[in-house]
């Protein structure tokens, strides 16, 4: 077609990342996707500029084309420089992040009805980065609850319901015990609520609602809540579905910029092997190109990697298969 090329950035990543962004490179090239990748790498020293691993060039690659595709970067613990996954949301004020989870037709696991949103609060909280030690034996670490941030992705969260169809938003919280933080968080929440009047509100706190979760997933539809809880709760509706093979996300920041990434890490355990699932990064790029309105191809790529694990023949070592991230890609090509 005569589509002018969009350009994305991708940053392949660390661990499994770099063989599961080239899957999404292969499928882009074989459905003939109009975009044309701006690869990074993340760094292999400190860049003063971002105090992190990650190159002020890459930030500035993201902040340039307004969208892009991660994969998995690693963080070492306890080595005493910036996340790189919390500098580019900070850095990028990726403020929102979606994690659609939905059963798969033809893989069977306990549910076939999941169907369910996590809008995951993505630059404060827990997650703000401000842990120090008070005297010997005694660290404090500060959870950053703040009226902007949580008005923001309460915003998101009632829009996105309103946009997709959805009917229900539900706020996860702990605000009988964290009453400061989460409270602010909840009553933001229920401001919003009240301009969305056709959008049914509750609010469920989050230890039941990790039972009701398990029990019943169907129950849910779009869930909003602070960072750490979202973090936890989208790896545990990862597991309702079939695993973090599975689950895409996208990260939406101020301006419009989107940057889609799986929900998964780098998965070590398995990195190198040619054995990881790409479908999580692959329905990213799928968000990804939603965002960018190319629906035909999210369409027909998404149809493929579905028909492909519903087919049954070529699945990776996650779903119980034997094929190797690269047969499985390749299936995904031929069912394009
Ligand atoms: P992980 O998500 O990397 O792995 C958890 C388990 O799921 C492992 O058994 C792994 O083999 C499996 N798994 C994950 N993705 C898979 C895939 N695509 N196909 C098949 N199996 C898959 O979590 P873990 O081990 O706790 O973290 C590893 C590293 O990743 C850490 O350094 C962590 O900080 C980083 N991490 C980075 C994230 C990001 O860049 N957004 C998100 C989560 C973790
Ligand atoms: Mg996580």
Known sequence: SSTTPITATLFPGDGIGPEIAESVKQVFKAADVPVEWE????GTGIDPRTQS???WESLESVRRNRVGLKGPMATPIGKGHRSLNLTLRKELNLYANVRPCYSLPGY???YDDVNLVTIRENTEGEYSGLE??????VVESLKIITRTASLRVAEYAFHYAKANGRERVSAIHKANIMQKTDGLFLKCCREVAVKYPEITYEEVIIDNCCMMLVKNPALFDVLVMPNLYGDI???LCAGLVGGLGLTPSCNIGE???ALAEAVHG???DIAGKNMANPTALLLSSVMMLRHLNITDKADRIQNAII???AEGKHRTADLGGSSSTTNFTNAICDNL
């Open 307 to 309: 028909n492909t694990i």
């Open 39 to 42: 690869e990074h790498y993340v």
């Open 266 to 268: 780098s998965a070590p």
């Open 53 to 55: 691993f990650l190159t």
């Open 108 to 110: 069977k696991t306990r």
């Open 255 to 257: 301006g419009g910029i």
């Open 233 to 235: 709760i989208s790896d």
């Open 132 to 137: 120090h030690q008070v005297v010997r034996g």
